[in-house]
């Protein structure tokens, strides 16, 4: 696909449950930096479906987060391919990718930071601004997002006068307020309270149940990976049904 029908392309579009909405053929990322290579991932294969939520587990340096960042398109491969929703990540340019990014993929990372300046009913509308939509539509669904993950009282507050948890919560917010076709996450419950945790549960249940949205969830929560329609365990650069 050129990069002209990557922008063109809307976000989620019409999956019905079981198409294959994340493809990866021979995936494979080797690290070159070091006197030796490493080979993080080697021809790694996965497929997930529509509405399907697939936990990866794996022990420190297995490379979960290699993989996350490849399926983000935020690292290449050294060889294989990533498909989301049928389009393959390595035959885009850098800005057919961060288009295709902001309409496809929602990202819940430790590293992916709120914007200090402004409050959180700002930075879950954000995504939805970059995208072209009207300020008052972006804040009311961000509004509606925010309050399902029981953050309604806060959506004037900026990420300094939160907790970790309650920032960790806004996180989940933005990646979702898009309706992506797939969404990533790293560690999603790891600062939250039982309580909080059930609740981002309940919200990724439900809106896997009335989208298409496919999950990845690198987690070593044993709980959170248990409540997922499958675990795959991270080894030798090769996943398995764990
Ligand atoms: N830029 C890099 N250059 C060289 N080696 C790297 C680089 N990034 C990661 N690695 C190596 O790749 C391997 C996998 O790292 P990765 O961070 O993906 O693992 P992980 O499973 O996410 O680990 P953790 O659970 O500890 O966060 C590690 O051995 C790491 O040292």
Known sequence: MNEETAMASSGNPAFADNEIMLQC???TRIYR???QDVTVLDALELEVRAGER?????SSGSGKTTLLNLLGGLDHPSAGHVRIAGQSLSEMGEAALGSFRNRHIGFVYQF???LAEFSALENVAMPLLVRGQKRQEAQEKARDILSKVGMAERCE???GELSGGERQRVAIARALVTDPSLVLMDEPTGNLDQTTAGNILSLMDSLAARSACAFIIVTHDTGLAAHQDRVMRLDQGRLSED
Not at 54 to 58: F, L, M, Q
């Open 54 to 58: 697939v936990a990866v587990v794996g």
């Open 112 to 114: 992916h930071h709120l």
């Open 157 to 159: 507050h900026k990420p």
């Open 25 to 27: 053929d021979g995936l």
């Open 33 to 35: 930096e070091g006197p």
